[in-house]
């Protein structure tokens, strides 16, 4: 049968009605996310569901993390925000708002926990590597602190949970109790792979043994050592790399002596190779460059048994202009940022007046820190400028001892005393200076170059540190207070 054009063009309707309408946002795919990697079934296998409990571990686990990359962090408002969303039914069919409550959700905590987080952790984190096939020849680690709000008087249930305590905060805020974040992610891709919470006053160079012994129990192939900054750089992080047979590279602290001994070879060296070269970051900015050589040094390493003993260790000293420009730049701001606190320091030291030259002299000794410092506070000099002073006998006017008008031929009545010069010099700043830093490995150079030693050391900065600022951002867990430091961690 022939159908006429008329026919032909015509289109079938239907009616449809839109019953609800919900801001979704971006909730879709991060759920997508989690369904590749089969977040919910992996806990599950964990955590068996009870037939009692309408809402899993696992479903749990997506429905808070929908909540905190949503932006709200606080148990009670899960169900709401997400139901206002119109994820609850993508989550699980037939799940009610009702099934998200606080209690439940922090159950779900308590159970995580329970179950051993770095167990859940790596569980997950493996699958990661299997769905995206991602390489890990080198993993990176670091510690930040996460502040709490809250007084947290109460002792962790667990000994494995972490205490809230004050320290050292790395945000600046030493009011505030705070648990210790170790952090463990790829080279490639900075995937998290094992995850740490311990207590609030907590050293770093003792966690960072714990976290390399805990990187090396998730048996990854093809992983051929750990980067860190220099908080790992200790006799028994030498020791257990050495006897794990685990490549290390970490950065030398200052404080060191093998560091500063090293850089004064470098300064010493007429030309060290090229180890990397990179463009400018600006148009009219200079090619930034790194130089350096491996030089072989004695250094101690302590072994489990606590054995100390002195070992034959690689150290890659490297300048680089990037640094050494930085390093120039801030020393002329802190140079003039002192030189105005030295003008008013001046001031009232060459006012002073002494009757004699012996408390002048004990007057220099206290401006010149060799006295003993206030409170248990060691004394600390100037440190872009040299002051000098020095004692100059000097008279000054003084009141008259007796009432009356003063006869026309009386001279002005005097005294004798002592006075202090100040000198102020600004100490230079040699270029030649700048610029050094010294990495450690335990990696021989027939293994990993020179070069490929920088370029690992310097993924710190593109791995795991974008980790921390992505967790204490839009993932903070800090406006929350929870109940539990067990939670805390979960």
């Known amino acids: ?37 089969e977040v919910a079934t992996l806990i599950d296998g964990l955590i068996p569901p009870h037939p009692a409990h309408g809402l899993s571990c696992g479903r749990g686990v997506e429905a808070l993390v929908l909540a905190i990359l949503d932006g709200h962090h606080a148990l009670y408002k899960v169900g709401k925000r997400l139901e206002e969303r119109g994820m609850v039914t993508l989550l699980q069919p037939g799940l009610t708002r009702a099934a998200l ?37 080198w993993l990176h680690q670091d510690t930040t602190t996460i502040r709490l709000y809250g007084a947290y008087a109460d002792e962790p249930q667990s000994p494995e949970a972490p205490h809230p305590a004050y320290g050292h905060s790395k ?12 952090l463990g992610v790829s080279g490639d891709g900075g995937l998290p792979l094992r995850v740490g919470l311990r207590d609030g006053n907590r050293s770093d160079s003792v966690e960072t043994p714990l976290a390399i012994e805990e990187c090396l129990a998730l048996g990854l192939d093809g992983v051929r050592g750990i980067v860190a900054d220099s908080k790992a750089y200790s006799r028994r992080t030498l020791g257990l790399c050495l006897e ?38 600006t148009q009219h900015e200079e090619p930034r460059r790194w130089h350096g050589q491996s030089v072989l040094r004695q250094v101690e390493v302590e072994y489990r048994d606590g054995r100390i003993a002195h070992e034959l260790r690689r150290f890659v000293v490297v300048h680089s202009s990037q640094l050494a420009q930085q390093q120039t730049q801030a020393y002329t701001a802190a140079q ?3 030189a105005a606190a030295v003008v008013e320091h001046r001031k009232p030291v060459q006012a002073r007046w002494f009757a004699c030259e012996a408390e002048a002299e004990a007057a220099i000794a206290e401006y010149e820190h060799r006295g003993q410092g206030r409170r248990g506070r060691r004394p600390q000099s100037w440190r872009y400028h040299a002051v000098h002073y020095r004692v100059v006998a000097d008279t000054r006017r003084t009141r008259r001892a007796r009432r009356g008008r003063p006869a026309k031929t009386d001279p002005p009545p005097t005294e004798s005393g002592y006075r202090l010069a100040v000198a102020v010099e600004a100490l ?30 310097q993924e710190q900065n593109t791995t795991v540190e974008p980790g921390f ?22």
């Open 1 to 37: 049968m022939m159908l006429s054009s008329k026919s032909s063009d015509r289109r079938c309707t239907m009616a449809m009605t839109v019953q609800q309408i919900h801001p979704v946002a971006h909730l879709p795919l991060v759920l997508g996310v989690l369904r590749r990697l």
């Open 244 to 281: 794990q047979g685990v490549g290390l590279g970490t950065l030398v602290p200052r404080t060191c002596a093998v560091r500063q001994a090293l850089e004064a070879w470098g300064r010493q060296q007429p030309a060290l190779p090229l180890l990397v070269e990179k463009p400018g970051r």
């Open 428 to 457: 230079s700043n040699s270029a030649e200076d700048n610029g050094w830093t010294v990495l450690a490995t335990t990696v021989s150079a027939e293994t990993c170059a020179d070069a490929d030693s920088l370029q690992v050391y």
């Open 101 to 137: 409550h606080d209690y439940r959700l922090g159950h779900i905590l308590d159970a995580l926990f329970a179950a051993n987080l770095n167990q859940v952790f790596s569980v997950v984190a493996l699958k990661a590597f299997e769905v995206y096939a991602i390489p890990t020849p």
């Open 171 to 182: 945000e600046g805020r030493d009011d505030l109790k705070q648990v210790l974040l170790s």
């Open 336 to 338: 003039a940022k002192e």
């Open 469 to 490: 600022r992505w967790i204490k951002n839009p993932a903070a867990i800090a406006p929350v207070w929870l109940e539990k430091p067990e939670r805390i961690a979960a």
